[in-house]
């Protein structure tokens, strides 16, 4: 899943001030958008892992789930993104996005369809951030942002002169996002033995990764690159 329209410096600064917004808004539109989040992470998972009838399932939810936002959305007010026309052109965007991908699941053409999905993430995110409104989905598209930037520059790094510098970075700011994942989750997740396993299996990713990066051994480093993206997918599909 990989998600290049994501910058890296402003995801760090939304990470750093974290702690001055609520994990969760108790307003009724972002919930429904949440709630609406989760067949769209099922879509996004189908899609990345090639299951086509399942792909086209998952999506068919996601748009039945969208359109119940919208017709919240008519129906009353919708602060924290009153008089925002970015609502309004994110709810057509979302839907154009879905319409999309349905036609590519259903012509077969699934990694396609899924960099289409990966669309929905930004959106969403960018409509959140314009209306200063935080939710545990933003800790984890950060922490993803910076994962798949390892990914695509690390094996790069390994043959690099300066290498084991650039990775001993990345390695720290992805164990300073995991710290997030687990201090930003909601009561409701923290409670869920299903969550702490998952997390827990993402964090030993990391602490390997840095592990290995304080050693300098370089088998031991692209090992562990090749082992965080899993623990990550498995805990954004149930909590992302």
């Given at each position: 899943m990989n998600i290049p329209r994501f910058r890296v410096l402003p995801l760090l600064a939304l990470a750093a001030g974290a702690c001055a917004w609520p994990v969760w808004a108790a307003d009724p539109?972002?919930?429904?958008?949440?709630?609406?989040?989760v067949p769209y992470r099922a879509a996004l998972f189908k899609t990345n892992a090639g299951q086509a009838g399942e792909s086209a399932?998952?999506?068919?939810?996601?748009?039945?789930?969208?359109?119940?936002?919208?017709?919240?959305?008519?129906?009353?007010?919708t602060v924290p993104y009153a008089n925002d026309a970015l609502l309004a052109r994110t709810l057509t965007g979302v839907e154009e996005h879905?319409?999309?991908?349905?036609?590519q699941v259903a012509a077969g053409q699934l990694p396609?369809?899924?960099?289409?999905?990966?669309?929905?993430?930004?959106?969403?995110?960018?409509?959140r951030r314009q209306n200063q409104v935080i939710v545990y989905s933003d800790h984890m598209n950060a922490y993803h942002?910076?994962?798949?930037?390892?990914?695509?520059?690390?094996?790069?790094?390994?043959?690099?002169?300066?290498?084991?510098?650039?990775?001993a970075a990345q390695a720290g700011v992805l164990n300073y996002l995991a710290g997030l994942l687990a201090s930003e989750a909601p009561a409701s997740a923290q409670s869920s033995a299903e969550f702490k396993e998952l997390l827990g299996a993402v964090t030993r990713s990391v602490a390997a990764l840095n592990t290995a990066v304080a050693?300098?051994?370089?088998?031991?480093?692209?090992?562990?690159i090749g082992q965080v993206k899993a623990p990550y997918s498995?805990?954004?599909v149930k909590f992302g």
């Open positions: 539109v972002t919930d429904a958008l949440q709630k609406a989040y399932d998952a999506l068919n939810q996601a748009q039945q789930a969208w359109a119940r936002v919208t017709q919240l959305v008519k129906s009353q007010s879905y319409a999309k991908a349905a036609q396609q369809a899924h960099d289409t999905l990966e669309g929905v993430r930004d959106l969403l995110s960018e409509l942002a910076q994962m798949e930037h390892l990914l695509d520059e690390g094996p790069k790094w390994l043959k690099a002169d300066d290498g084991l510098q650039k990775l050693a300098g051994d370089k088998t031991l480093i692209e090992k562990a498995k805990l954004f």
